[in-house]
């Protein structure tokens, strides 16, 4: 399974969570996604996402964005900080577009916000654990990579 159709599957799995949830799930079902944090998993594998898609974009765009050059050669701890502070944006943002568009949600933050403000919390630390995961797992085949060319060790 290459990146692109792995970014690919990851997105089509995201939509139909999307779907099922918001229009077919019943209250049972709900509680049960509530309780057991199923939609944790959905945010973790949103933060891979977001990495996958930034690396896509950086190989696609570098010639041709100013601030993809300067982050190239940067050293890497910060390349990497920049990715998981994007992460940690795109994560917040869409909290807000949760609180804004889902009125269960809005129910949670105006009612229940000790618990809102907990789940929210949760997500967006298991969109920067997939984030983090993804980043380490390109770090770590770029590393092997590298040594493989400089060595001319085969595939």
């Not at 099922?20 to 199923?38: C, G, P, T, V």
């Not at 950086?58 to 050669?73: F, G, Q």
């Not at 909290?95 to 804004?100: K, N, Q, W």
């Amino acid at each position: 399974l290459n990146s692109r159709r792995f970014l690919a599957l990851v997105l089509v799995l995201f939509f139909v969570w999307m779907i099922f949830a918001q229009f077919f799930a019943s209250r049972e079902a709900l509680r049960a996604i509530d309780a057991y944090h199923i939609d944790k998993a959905f945010h973790f594998l949103g933060g891979i996402w977001i990495v996958g898609a930034l690396a896509r974009v950086r190989t696609r765009m570098s010639s041709r964005l100013t601030a993809v050059k300067r982050l190239d050669t940067a050293p890497r701890r910060i390349r990497n900080f920049a990715v998981l502070l994007f992460v940690l944006v795109i994560g917040v943002l869409w909290e807000v577009v949760e609180l804004a568009v889902f009125p269960e949600v809005r129910h949670l933050f105006r009612d229940l916000y000790p618990y809102w403000l907990s789940d929210t919390a949760g997500d967006i630390v298991l969109d920067m654990l997939g984030g983090a995961c993804a980043l380490f797992w390109m770090n770590r085949n770029f590393a092997k990579n590298a040594f493989q060319r400089h060595h001319d060790v085969p595939n």
